[in-house]
């Protein structure tokens, strides 16, 4: 089991960037590919992106191409999501997940492959 802790969200102008951490407790980090995801209101949560347990892979939706990089650093067990270019269509709440798998090389972009959720962190980018 992983316990998942967010931060690093705020407000921020658009244009700007913030760079989100998830910090992982529990059994070991690198075991979990992982993801990004978020949540504006009164919508569903939605895939960012995806990081493969071995750090090789990638995987991030459309409308974040260019703009976002996911990355891990698997001795600190932290999770990242650097975020450039800031629209208000990214204002959400972020959250990260982990899925336990075997392989090294996957990513999922499905909210029901992940086991495990942190508490999000919001994110609000003001025009």
């Known amino acids: 089991q992983v316990h998942l802790v967010e931060s690093g969200g705020g407000l921020v102008q658009a244009g700007g960037s913030l760079r989100l951490s998830c910090a992982a407790y529990?059994?070991?980090?690198?075991?979990?590919?992982m993801g990004w995801f978020r949540q504006a209101p009164g919508k569903e949560r939605e895939f960012v992106a995806a990081?493969?347990?071995?750090?090789?892979?990638?995987d991030y939706t459309d409308s974040v191409k260019g703009r976002f990089t996911v990355s891990r650093d698997n001795a600190k067990n932290t999770l990242y999501l650097q975020m450039n270019g800031l629209k208000p269509e990214d204002t959400a709440v972020y959250y990260c997940?982990?899925?336990?798998?075997?392989?090294?090389?996957?990513?999922?972009?499905?909210?029901?492959?992940?086991?495990?959720w942190g508490q999000g962190t919001q994110v609000t980018v003001s025009a």
């Open positions: 990081l493969s347990r071995s750090g090789g892979n990638t």
């Open positions: 997940a982990a899925k336990e798998t075997v392989y090294l090389t996957r990513t999922s972009v499905n909210t029901y492959d992940y086991g495990y």
């Open positions: 529990g059994r070991t980090f690198s075991s979990y590919a």
